[in-house]
């Protein structure tokens, strides 16, 4: 039996702010915006990728989905914005870390981002008409106060005239207490700046009671600060933990504690998702017709319903 204690602080906050989220929205520095102002900040082609920590999977659910939309014809930026643990360049068996969406950022307010630049910037992964632009992050993790909302904003906008959808890696953390003092950028600046700036928000979590209970807590501020139509995948799903009935125990327990949310669930398949690590590509690309490539395809036509602009 699926059984997680109620924790009235954090589980029940969304419908605590449910009625003042009907008219405000929270921006990524913490002030609050009027609704409209907050959906004037969305572009309807940007996916932010996010779990509670403990691995999830979410960098594994952001690359497989970038590869999905790649063979429905779209033209897809993966961008690696974790500034925690990033974790792409090496699930695409790239060799060296370049900091990518740094570069970005800093030709982009500079107002020198060009197409020649971008070429230079971006790594092209996959295999005949199924590409995917890949962007790195940072080429050192100690780096991430150098990436301020300014900077992201322009790189924002340069790589959405480039793509027909954008999927960022986030880091977990969601706190802003964290302050560099030379460039007084908080330290999950990009992680909230891009919850608040992406339409999409898919949470990535495992379908084992101590994950379940990590998101529960963690919810609250997520929907805070996240401005875009919200779902949620269960990744790695399997019955051993919950018995033969977990699906319906994971359903109604999310739906109880976080709302009515569309959910997703990906199978747990070790042996093919190691070997797509292993060869340095995505399940979609390597088995197209296998369960767990075709609950990607689900989820990526729910990902296209949004529309791009």
């Not at 608040?196 to 919810?219: K, M, N, W, Y």
């Not at 009935?245 to 359903?251: I, K, V």
Request: aromatic share 4%; proline share 4%.
């Amino acid at each position: 039996m699926f059984d997680i204690k109620r924790q009235t602080s954090t589980a029940d906050a969304p419908a605590q702010v449910g009625s003042r989220l009907a008219t405000e929205m929270v921006s990524p520095g913490g002030g609050l915006l009027r609704r409209a102002e907050a959906e004037n900040l969305l572009a309807k082609n940007s996916i932010a990728v996010w779990s509670a920590g403990g691995a999830a999977g979410k960098s594994t659910i952001a690359l497989n989905l970038a590869a999905t939309l790649s063979t429905k014809g779209q033209r897809v930026a993966l961008i690696d914005a974790d500034t925690h643990s990033p974790a792409l360049d090496l699930m695409l068996g790239l060799q060296q870390r370049t900091a990518g969406l740094l570069a970005i950022a800093r030709l982009a307010r500079q107002e020198r981002y060009s197409d020649t630049e971008h070429e230079r910037l971006v790594s092209r992964v996959g295999n005949g008409k199924n590409r995917v632009d890949f962007i790195a992050g940072l080429a050192s993790v100690a780096r991430w106060s150098e990436l301020e909302s300014v900077g992201l904003q322009a790189a924002c906008e340069q790589i959405s005239t480039r793509s027909d959808y954008q999927i960022f890696d986030l880091a977990s953390p969601l706190d802003s207490t964290l302050i560099e003092p030379e460039y007084a950028t908080p330290r999950n600046l990009v992680t909230r700046f891009l919850l608040g700036h992406c339409s999409t928000l898919v949470v990535v979590t495992s379908p084992d009671p101590v994950a379940i209970a990590r998101l529960i807590a963690e919810f609250g501020e997520l929907r805070r600060q996240s401005a875009g139509r919200i779902l949620i995948v269960v990744n790695r799903f399997r019955t051993s933990v919950l018995g033969s009935n977990a699906r319906r125990q994971l359903t109604d327990v999310l739906r109880e504690r976080l709302g009515d949310l569309e959910l997703f669930f990906v199978p747990d398949d070790p042996a093919l998702f190691d070997s797509a690590l292993a060869k340095a590509t995505s399940v979609t690309w390597m088995r197209p017709r296998s369960q767990a490539a075709r609950a990607l395809r689900t989820l990526a036509s729910a990902v296209e319903s949004t529309g791009p602009t």
